[in-house]
């Protein structure tokens, strides 16, 4: 089997109406990402996603089709996918960062060598340590009212873990991680993620009021880049650590493990580059005897469908006693999927087909098929994304 083209598809579909979020990077509303189609010489076709944000990664959508078609396409034409881990270093070789970009071509890979081999993804992964994968939804960082509406319509749908969005203004914040918890009883485990919203100071008088809603983690309390600052906070405080935006790459992951700096590691394959890197990164928290939680950037339904293999495969994402973000499907009004993923909202399940078992609907993806040119894109792409 040898590739023999690679289509990236821009499409920009908005979220359900009254689940827009909101955090401490700006506001999400549409989610302007590209879908890649790595086709072959044979009946295959590997599919991926490119969950883009310019304020989260620095990557939009014409940059990422300018990437892929430019430099990626001809590069991998005439290569046999399977042979994944020579192929990443040909792509990590042609153009530092860019993770989403990467990470879709990535995705395709590997759903083109289990569509060949005839098995999931997860099986080529080692197979599945789990079948059931506790998942939490994401309260924004809105009005206490609002908030509190959002936490209320999760739990009716059966959701049993949340986190709420804070680090935009302290006192808000205080007001709306304690109407929550008071809304959701003692027995919901609620997270927070402040997405670098808050100083030092901060972090500390905020985690040490809140100390009485026996919160399950804090997200990236405080900006990248120090990684001593942080461990500092991390002995001030009994509330678990986890780092996000300050984990992208390996070297990330072995700066915050030897400082000691953190509890646990946000990882999902769009930030860190695809699925071995965030294996790799899981490898690394692992050696130091810290668990992962699996991040999110909303993604779409096939980005949803390669962070579940990674969810059953891999040890270290400790879904179980930190549920994690497979959740993007559930917030946007369409996943591109023939058929949705099993997605709880207690539970979710990694399909079993080969592959990354899911099938792309071509009207829904002719639907949103983002046709406003590249100039009118880059300005739906200035709109700041969710941040897991």
Request: glycine share 10%.
């Given at each position: 089997?040898k590739?023999?083209?690679?289509e990236?598809?821009?499409v920009n579909v ?9 955090t401490?990077h ?6 302007p990402y590209v879908?890649v189609?790595v086709h072959?010489?044979s ?8 969950t ?13 089709i300018a ?10 034409c ?9 192929l990443?270093?040909?792509i990590?070789g042609?153009?530092r960062l860019?993770p989403?970009?990467k990470?879709?071509?990535?995705m395709?890979?590997?759903d083109?060598?289990?569509k060949?081999?005839?098995v999931?993804?997860?099986q080529?992964?080692g197979?599945?340590?789990r079948?059931?994968?506790p998942?939490?939804?994401?309260v924004?960082a809105?009005?206490v009212?609002?908030a ?7 739990l009716?749908w059966?959701?049993r873990?949340?986190k ?5 203004d302290?006192?808000?914040d205080l007001?709306r991680v304690?109407?929550?918890?008071e809304l ?18 901060q ?7 809140l100390?009485?809603?026996?919160l399950l ?5 405080l900006?990248?880049?120090d990684?001593a600052?942080?461990?500092a906070l991390?002995?001030?405080?009994d509330v ?5 935006e300050?984990v992208f790459?390996r070297?990330?992951a072995w700066?915050?493990t030897?400082?000691r700096?953190v ?8 930030k ?5 890197a965030t294996?790799e990164i899981?490898?690394v928290?692992q050696a130091a005897?810290?668990a992962c939680s699996?991040?999110s950037?909303l993604e ?5 469908a390669?962070m ?6 891999v ?5 179980d006693?930190f549920?994690?973000?497979?959740i993007?499907?559930?917030?946007h009004?369409?996943?591109m999927?023939v058929?949705?993923?099993a997605?709880?909202?207690e539970v ?6 080969p ?5 792309l609907?071509?009207e829904?993806l ?5 046709r406003?040119?590249?100039a009118k894109?880059l300005?739906?792409?200035t709109?700041?994304h969710?941040?897991?």
């Amino acid at each position: 089997m040898k590739i023999t083209a690679l289509e990236a598809i821009p499409v920009n579909v908005p979220l359900k109406a009254g689940l827009t979020t909101k955090t401490a990077h700006g506001e999400h509303h549409h989610s302007p990402y590209v879908i890649v189609r790595v086709h072959t010489d044979s009946q295959h076709v590997g599919l991926g996603e490119a969950t883009l944000s310019p304020r989260w990664s620095g990557e939009t959508s014409p940059g990422a089709i300018a990437v892929i078609e430019g430099l990626l396409a001809p590069l991998l034409c005439g290569e046999d996918p399977t042979e994944i881990n020579r192929l990443r270093r040909k792509i990590d070789g042609a153009i530092r960062l860019n993770p989403f970009t990467k990470a879709a071509i990535e995705m395709a890979l590997w759903d083109l060598a289990g569509k060949a081999l005839g098995v999931p993804v997860y099986q080529l992964l080692g197979g599945k340590l789990r079948d059931r994968l506790p998942i939490k939804l994401v309260v924004g960082a809105f009005e206490v009212p609002r908030a509190v509406e959002l936490a209320q319509r999760f739990l009716e749908w059966g959701a049993r873990c949340l986190k709420v969005k804070v680090g935009l203004d302290p006192e808000q914040d205080l007001q709306r991680v304690r109407a929550v918890r008071e809304l959701a009883g003692p027995n919901i485990p609620i997270g927070i993620d402040a997405n670098c919203g808050w100083s030092a100071p901060q972090a500390r008088r905020m985690l040490n009021q809140l100390a009485d809603c026996q919160l399950l983690f804090a997200e990236q309390p405080l900006p990248v880049g120090d990684p001593a600052e942080l461990a500092a906070l991390r002995r001030a405080t009994d509330v678990p650590i986890m780092a996000d935006e300050s984990v992208f790459t390996r070297e990330d992951a072995w700066h915050l493990t030897t400082h000691r700096a953190v509890d646990l590691l946000s990882v999902y394959p769009g930030k860190q580059g695809g699925l071995l890197a965030t294996r790799e990164i899981a490898h690394v928290a692992q050696a130091a005897g810290i668990a992962c939680s699996m991040g999110s950037n909303l993604e779409l339904g096939i980005g949803t469908a390669a962070m579940l293999h990674l969810g059953a495969a891999v040890g270290a994402i400790d879904s179980d006693s930190f549920p994690g973000d497979f959740i993007g499907p559930l917030y946007h009004q369409a996943d591109m999927l023939v058929t949705p993923l099993a997605l709880g909202p207690e539970v979710a399940r990694v399909p079993d087909g080969p592959g990354l078992g899911v099938e792309l609907d071509d009207e829904q993806l002719e639907k949103y098929r983002d046709r406003s040119g590249q100039a009118k894109a880059l300005g739906a792409t200035t709109e700041t994304h969710f941040t897991g």
